[in-house]
């Protein structure tokens, strides 16, 4: 099956370069869901570059017989994120120029949707599938207004150009797929909104983090969001809703590399997940272990980080994935303290049970920065 290639102009640099998206779109034979797949959003964050690829060379070996619906991939979805450096090393976590985080700067309708009570009254009887499609249109009209203004003569900060780009090409998606993966070095996981825990497993990874509370006006929370306050409001009103629509952000390995394991798991828990979901049809899947798979379930609230108590080298820090107790040693600070005094050793200990998740990279660390997070 060959895709669609569809090439999107995103930005004209001063020295007359353009950058723009590439769009790869597998599209079934069958009617179906829309899967919407993005790698790379944090410029150092490549690994989910290489599973896009590899699901390209596996779509090209299927027939459009064994897809329902159609599945959308942008690899290296943002071009400015992905060029930056500092010296050897990749940044491209925040655009400089505006100080902000390339994943907190999406569109949310669920923040502007003043009407959602009248709205959800007058769809208290209607079906299901009629109401997902008069509540899309009703977000889509309003985000039409985002282009009135990238249009005008006064036009608009790159970072809300970029973000309209991204979610006009997901804003009609079921199910969306951002991959990321550490900015330091981590273990495989992935984040996941309120009930929506049956399909995590279909990922078929250990470990799963719910988003609450949300961190705000990022990509996976401005598309579900809305939904979610939808059904909320349904059940208010003592209507029991639920729409097939799911967001995931897949973290996988560390920064800067593409680690082949964590690249393998990425693959094969969203070949699975398509499966589960319908979308994908072939005699491979879905993995008998799905039924069986044993995923642990915790919450953003309850993610503990560990910053540095004084500026030093870290030394016998644990292992990354390290299972800790109470009072357990993490790590050693190894501090210069320019006071006349020998170098200090500082033991940090546990002061939670939990799983060590995501460690640092860079060992030598100033007073207040980040060493390793743990999961409860």
Known sequence: ??????????????????????????????????????????????????????????????????????????????????????????????????????????????????????????????????????????????????LQKINSASGLPYTEQFSYQLQSLSLDADYLIDLHSSTNQAINYLYYFRNREDSAKYFLLDYGILLNPYDGD??????????????????????????????????????????????????????????????????????????DHKMAFSVKSKVIKYYAIAGGMIQSRVELGSNVKVKDRLYQILSFNKESQLPQVIDIFAEHDGLVYDISTNQAVNQGEFVLGIIQ
């Not at 409001?233 to 973290?251: H, K, P, S, V, Y």
């Not at 920064?255 to 589960?276: C, E, F, H, R, T």
């Open 1 to 146: 099956m060959l895709p669609v290639i569809e090439t999107i102009f995103l930005r004209q640099m001063a020295s007359g370069d353009r950058l723009s998206l590439q769009v790869y779109k597998f599209i079934g034979a069958h009617p179906g869901k829309k899967v919407y797949v993005q790698s790379n959003l944090h410029g150092a964050e490549i690994a989910g570059n290489a599973v896009i690829h590899q699901l390209i060379e596996f779509f090209l070996t299927i027939n459009d017989t064994n897809l329902s619906g159609e599945i959308w991939l942008v690899p290296v979805c943002n071009p400015m994120g992905a060029n930056e450096r500092a010296h050897h090393f990749s940044a491209g976590r925040y655009c400089v120029y505006e100080a902000k985080d390339w994943n907190r700067i999406f569109w949310d309708y669920e923040k502007e949707a003043d009407d959602l009570v009248a709205f959800t009254k007058s769809q208290l009887h209607i079906d299901r599938e009629v109401v997902r499609q008069n509540y899309l249109t009703i977000i889509k009209q309003r985000f039409a207004k985002i």
């Open 218 to 291: 990022a990509f996976d929370e401005a598309f579900i969001k809305p939904w979610l306050a939808l059904e909320a409001c349904f059940q208010q009103l003592g209507r029991n809703m639920r729409f097939d629509i799911e967001a995931w952000t897949l973290e996988l390995g560390a920064g800067m590399q593409m680690n082949p394991d964590s690249v393998a798991k990425g693959i094969l828990g969203i070949k699975n997940y398509l499966a589960q979901k319908g979308v994908l049809q072939i005699h491979d899947f879905s993995l008998a272990q799905t039924t």
